[in-house]
């Protein structure tokens, strides 16, 4: 396509459940980073993968989070045991090239909404 | 901590009107800034991006500012339209981390006919 897909667009769990949340970014981009965003707040950083290397999960709040991206294109996040506090918005981001400065611009999708009954 | 901190309070002007809206920012000064408009229940779509180097930079009715010394961007909207309503948000790279963007809450911009 010709933009970041995420899907799905809305998941709603029970606490303790287990999430994936998928996105497939704009196909040849090396670069594909998630964001999470609370309501009212800007997104912040989870993670960056360049290809299939994970470079940085430094925003990945608790071990209960894991994301994947085996083959350099589609990406997986997962959150296990799912909390209340889970709950926002997951946006995926990819831009064309990898490393270096964020000196380009990242394309987003329109992100999966979950909420954590 | 790292902060970046955009207008708290929702700004309402007329059409035709010129919006400014600020973006601050404290601790590191970054190499980049960059602007995204965010539509309610989308993902930010990227604007404009402004080097430190550069004063000033245009598209089409879009204007960005930055200014080093007051670590301040400020982002412009002339002849406003209501289109141009929406959340916009001010980012920069991460302190430790130069591929992510560090964004601030955003500015809440209604245009009103």
């Known amino acids: 396509g010709a933009g970041v897909s995420q899907s799905p667009r809305y998941k709603v769990a029970k606490r303790g459940q287990d999430v994936a949340l998928r996105c497939d970014p704009i196909?040849?981009?090396?670069?594909l980073f998630w964001y999470q965003q609370a309501l009212g707040q800007g997104p912040e950083f989870l993670t960056y993968?360049?290809?299939?290397?994970?470079?940085?999960k430094s925003g990945l709040p608790s071990d209960r989070f894991f994301a994947e991206r085996p083959e350099g294109s589609v990406s997986t996040l997962k959150i296990q045991r799912t909390q209340q506090e889970d709950s926002a918005v997951y946006l995926c981001?990819?831009?064309?090239?990898?490393?270096?400065?964020?000196?380009?611009?990242?394309?987003f999708g329109d992100g999966t909404r979950l909420s954590i009954l | 901590s790292q902060k970046i901190e955009q207008n708290s309070e929702a700004l309402n002007i007329q059409e035709g009107k010129t919006a400014t809206l600020t973006c601050n920012y404290t601790n590191y000064s970054p190499a980049y800034l960059q602007w995204y408009r965010q539509d309610p229940g989308r993902g930010p779509v990227f604007l404009l991006l402004i080097r430190e180097n550069e004063k000033e930079k245009r598209k089409e009715r879009l204007k960005v500012t930055f200014d080093t010394t007051l670590k301040q961007s400020l982002f412009h909207i002339t002849a406003s339209q209501p289109a141009d309503s929406a959340t916009y948000l001010c980012a920069r790279e991460g302190e430790n981390s130069g591929y992510a963007l560090n964004f601030g809450k955003g500015t809440s911009l209604l245009v009103t006919p």
């Open positions: 981001a990819s831009s064309l090239a990898g490393g270096g400065k964020s000196n380009q611009p990242q394309h």
């Open positions: 196909s040849g981009h090396v670069s």
């Open positions: 993968f360049q290809n299939e290397a994970q470079l940085d």
